[in-house]
């Protein structure tokens, strides 16, 4: 019998990034657990990394290339499969230019698969149409801290939230998206004294550890926010050293503030005005305060905007800069900071580097041999309607599931059967994979090496825990042999770009060209990683950003104006729907629905105040049907105050009822994020369905 042994690795899940050490016997993971020492989660998991890395075993896994012939995929060799695609992209590059391909990158797959898929197809196809769902995610934040400061990623580090005297949390439902995270705000609120101010329209968890809960109406947090900056303002409470110091266009802001009463926003948000005054004080009063903000802030329409309102008060008060303090965006993924840092994004190179600056186009040309034209490349929404358009003809989407996570599926799936070809790197065929022409089999985060980095910059090392199932290939040795075929396709000289011998060889490359990768190998990243920026071999990494200035200089204040959403509620469609998450399940659930823990959260629910509950007459338990100007599904009723009256919840995992086959496609005018927050919906009994 072997014997067993620990492998140390991080979790494939959320962007927390806790470390895992994943017990093995004979090839096969017994079971989970994680050292009480582990810098990021002190011993703790969630229930998806203690339980939920079984999906890597589910039969349903897909182990051989697969090519689509008469309708239905069979079996191929890689060989086969790889000649076809670089045949294929080869053929739609020279027909109709670059700009006819597209990529998504993967969150979920590590930074080393993500800068060699961009590269890919910006060195050797030379088009900028990269992205991943990071579009879909925080763009709304990302845009507004680039305006405002010019660097989007977190400023501090979650677990110093104890080390607060204030948080405000908005727009995140951390005990089911970053529970981990939770558990530390628990902690700071409970042993600590922290005070903590929620602002959300549904009554989540952390409602239960705040001292003062905003249930602000779907939407309108410009106006809760601006409110709050009012008050701030008039009661003289901000921080005018570090305004004068450290900020510019204050003056321009604070006259488009004068209209941001309390009562005015109460008329829009729904919060009584004397509570905007209370965390206006709350948290310009402490001495340390911090703000955290997830989905609910950046996916409207005016997502960019309800961002810049949050860092308003940052900027205004100087909570920013100093341990405890910050402008925290909690990144989703596991992997989402490292694929944006990595540089698998339409408008810039890996490390941010703008994609339209004629000179970095030539840095990156020198490195890598080529580049595409200074321009900027299409989003993902813009990917799929250029897809609907003829314009895009050939897509190679690795590790995402845009037939379960765009918005409007319906428009979506019509748009993506229109492309001429179509290729998935995937562990499973999920909804998307089904219309691909070839199907590659990608070894999970579990069974490969390499690197990805959390929402608080720190990146660590992943593992080869056990070694990827039948002919499954590592992300990253895909796409080099990928490479080569298609450079010898078009006749490009074959380069040695494409001829690494481990991901620390992807990495060191990566590094030469990110600033704030420069100093990371991977023996530096032993035991427990380091904290972007490490500009040098022997820096210690950064915990806590701008300390003594911007990435842009100052920080900018930017006058905003309260924008509704797009629907708003009407006779014909009377309810607001917001979609999210459930602490069981994973975005289009393929990987959790293929995992033991599927049997804690088996089917999909729509949450449903008690009193509009009362008012349809419908019952905890009753099927209905849920529509929008898009389309319709059925589901069961959760009765429950967890939704404020007018406002029901639908979480987007679950393909039997999916979400998005609701949501609207409306877009955010500068970071192009659906508005996945806010659409209009009715709900009806459904009465012929037998409850089975
Ligand atoms: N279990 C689980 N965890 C996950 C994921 C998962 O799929 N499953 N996904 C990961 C990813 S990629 C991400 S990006 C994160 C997302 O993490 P979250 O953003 O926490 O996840 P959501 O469920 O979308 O929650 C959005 C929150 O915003 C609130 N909200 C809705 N509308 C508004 C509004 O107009 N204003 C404000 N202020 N709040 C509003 C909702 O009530 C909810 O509390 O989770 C990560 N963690
Ligand atoms: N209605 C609604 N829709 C939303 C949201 C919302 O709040 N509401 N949130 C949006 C957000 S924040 C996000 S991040 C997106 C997420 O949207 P997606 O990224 O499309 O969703 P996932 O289900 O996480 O897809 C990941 C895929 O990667 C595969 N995979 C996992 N590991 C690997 C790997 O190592 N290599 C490869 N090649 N594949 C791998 C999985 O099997 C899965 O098919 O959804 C967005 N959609
Ligand atoms: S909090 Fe996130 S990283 Fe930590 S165990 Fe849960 S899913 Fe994994
Ligand atoms: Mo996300």
């Known amino acids: 019998m072997m014997t067993e042994r620990i492998v140390s690795t991080t979790c494939p899940f959320c962007g927390v990034g806790c470390k895992l050490d994943l017990h093995v016997k004979a090839g ?52 086969e ?18 700009d006819a391909l597209a990529a998504f990158c993967c ?109 602000q109406r779907p939407g309108t947090d410009v106006a809760l926010f601006s409110a709050m900056a009012h008050v701030i303002v008039r009661e003289n409470l901000i921080n005018r050293d570090f305004i004068e110091k450290r900020t510019e266009n204050f003056e321009t802001y604070v006259k488009t503030l004068e209209e941001f009463t309390p009562a005015c926003a109460e008329l829009i948000c729904g919060v009584p005005a004397e509570d905007i005054v209370r965390a206006a004080r709350l948290y310009a009063t402490a001495r340390r305060g911090v703000i955290y903000w997830a989905l609910g802030i950046p996916e409207h329409t005016h997502g960019t905007e309800n961002a810049m309102s949050l860092i308003h008060l940052a900027l205004l008060t100087g909570h920013i800069g100093r341990e405890g303090t910050g402008l925290n965006p909690l990144r989703g993924q596991n992997n989402v900071q490292g694929a944006s840092d990595a540089g698998a994004m339409p408008w810039h190179y890996p490390g941010y580097q703008p994609a339209d600056d004629p000179a970095v186009v030539e840095k990156f040309a020198r490195q890598w041999g080529a580049a595409p034209a200074a321009h900027r490349g299409l989003t993902t929404t813009e990917i799929v309607s250029a897809a609907g358009a003829g314009r895009v003809k050939a897509m190679f989407i690795m590790g995402e599931n845009p037939l379960m996570s ?43 090496e390499g690197t990805i980095t959390n929402t608080d910059r720190r990146v660590q090392r992943v593992r080869t825990v056990v070694e990827p199932p039948a002919q499954t290939r590592p992300d990253w040795t895909i796409v080099c042999d990928l490479a080569k075929r298609i450079e010898t396709k078009l006749g490009v000289a074959r380069s040695a770009h494409w001829d690494f011998q481990s991901p620390a060889e992807v990495l060191n490359e990566m590094a030469s060209l990110v600033p704030a990768y420069a100093g990371i190998t991977y023996d530096r990243l032993e035991p427990e990683g380091l904290q972007w920026p490490v500009p040098t071999t022997n820096h210690p990494g950064t915990p806590i950003l701008f300390t003594d200035t911007f990435p842009r200089g100052r920080g900018k204040f930017h006058p905003l104006v309260y924008k509704p959403s797009v629907e708003s509620p009407d006779a014909q469609f009377p309810f607001i729907l917001t979609t999210g998450r459930v602490l069981y399940h994973w975005h289009g659930g393929t990987i959790t629905r ?60 679950y393909a039997e009822a999916a979400a998005n086959l609701l949501t609207n496609d409306a877009v955010d005018p500068v970071a192009f994020i659906p508005e996945y927050k806010v659409s209009a919906v009715n709900i009806e009994i459904v009465t012929e369905r037998s409850e089975a």
Request: proline share 4%; aromatic share 6%; charged share 20%.
């Open 81 to 98: 499969a790889l000649d076809l695609i670089a045949d294929r992209f080869a053929e739609t590059y020279r027909q109709h230019g670059p």
């Open 406 to 448: 765009e918005p409007n599926l319906h428009h979506t799936a019509q748009c993506l059967q229109k492309l001429e070809f179509l290729v998935v790197q995937d562990l499973f065929i999920n909804e998307t994979a089904e219309l691909a022409d070839v199907f590659l089999p990608a070894a999970s985060l579990l069974e490969k």
């Open 594 to 653: 293929h995992s033991q823990i599927d049997h804690a959260a088996p089917e999909p629910l729509v949450e449903i105040n008690p009193s509009d509950a009362s008012h349809l007459h419908i019952e905890d338990g009753q099927w209905v049907r849920v529509s929008s100007r898009r389309g319709a599904i059925e589901l069961r009723v959760r009765v429950t105050d967890k939704s404020s009256r007018g406002v029901v919840f639908i979480p987007f995992h």
């Open 28 to 79: 096969q993971i017994l079971k989970a657990t994680s050292p009480y020492d582990a810098v990021v989660n002190h011993g703790n998991l969630c229930v998806k990394g203690r339980f939920g890395w079984d999906f890597i075993y589910n039969s349903q896994r897909v182990t051989s290339p697969m090519i689509k012939r008469g309708g239905r995929f069979e079996p191929a060799s890689w060989d």
């Open 107 to 215: 969150a979920k797959a590590t930074n080393e698969d993500n800068y060699l898929l961009q590269k890919l197809f910006r060195a050797v196809l030379r088009t900028n149409n990269i992205d991943h769902c990071t579009r879909l995610c925080h763009a709304g934040s990302v845009v507004a801290l680039q305006m405002a400061i010019g660097s989007s990623a977190m400023s501090n580090t979650a677990s110093e939230c104890v080390k607060s005297d204030v948080m405000i949390v908005t727009g995140s439902n951390t005990a089911e998206s970053h529970p981990i995270i939770a558990l530390q705000m628990k902690e700071a609120v409970r042993r600590h004294g922290v005070r903590l101010i929620v602002a959300d329209p549904r009554r989540v968890e952390m409602v239960d550890f705040a001292d003062l809960w905003l249930c």
